[in-house]
Nanobody
């Protein structure tokens, strides 16, 4: 079983930056794509950015040019560098990992980390 532990959330002012980290632990699995989702109060969870094992990244339109997703060389830690933050970026951010082993493919989630951007 994979455990995902996020860190790096907090309270910042508009225009500032934050860096989120998510470390995967466990054994007997391969991590494929990793991603960051967010959920604001009263809204559905949305995919913010994703990155494949090979490093190919995708972003939602509203964060392009401001957020950058990356992975460490081992592929077990994913980061989200968030620049020029806006109040509308306020949400709980969740790490997601698609993992696989001989039994199948699975989705794992972190516990979430709060990001609050004040105007």
């Amino acid at each position: 079983q994979v455990q995902l532990v996020e860190s790096g959330g907090g309270l910042v002012q508009a225009g500032e930056s934050l860096r989120l980290s998510c470390a995967a632990s466990g054994s007997g699995f391969r991590i494929n794509a990793m991603a960051w989702y967010r959920q604001a109060p009263g809204k559905q969870r949305e995919l913010v950015a994703s990155i494949t094992r090979g490093g190919f990244a995708n972003y939602i339109e509203s964060v392009k040019g401001r957020f950058f997703i990356s992975r460490d060389n081992a592929g077990n830690t994913v980061y989200l560098q968030m620049n020029s933050l806006k109040p509308e970026d306020t949400a709980v951010y969740y790490c997601n990992a698609e993992t696989s082993n001989w039994q199948g493919t699975y989705d794992s989630w972190g516990q979430g980390t709060q990001v609050t951007v004040s105007s």
